[in-house]
């Protein structure tokens, strides 16, 4: 089994910053993506961004300009700083991770979310 655990997050007023992280551990062979999604009450868990093992990362266009997202491949963790946050950026922010326990078998993971609430 793989197990994510996520720290961070809280509470901001409008145009703050805040971090989140995010750990792996467990049967790990191989970690291909790690990446953050958010929900809100009523919504689809949306992508935020994501970052492959080569460094590839992709950021919803909502956004850009405004967070950074980090991994460290060896620590199998995933940091997103988010800056200039917005009222519209509050929602429950979950860590994803895709791994292979075995050279030949993968599967996502989910952390255990973290709130995020930027008030105006």
Known sequence: QVQLVESGGGSVQAGGSLSISCAA?????????????????????ELVADIN?????????SVKGRFAISRDNARNTVNLQMNMLKPEDTAVYYCKARVYTTPFSWDDYWGQGSQVTVSS
């Open 53 to 61: 093992s080569g460094g590839a990362i992709n950021y919803a266009d």
């Open 25 to 45: 551990s467990g049967e790990i062979f191989r970690t291909i993506a790690m990446g953050w999604y958010r929900q809100v009450p009523g919504n689809e868990r």
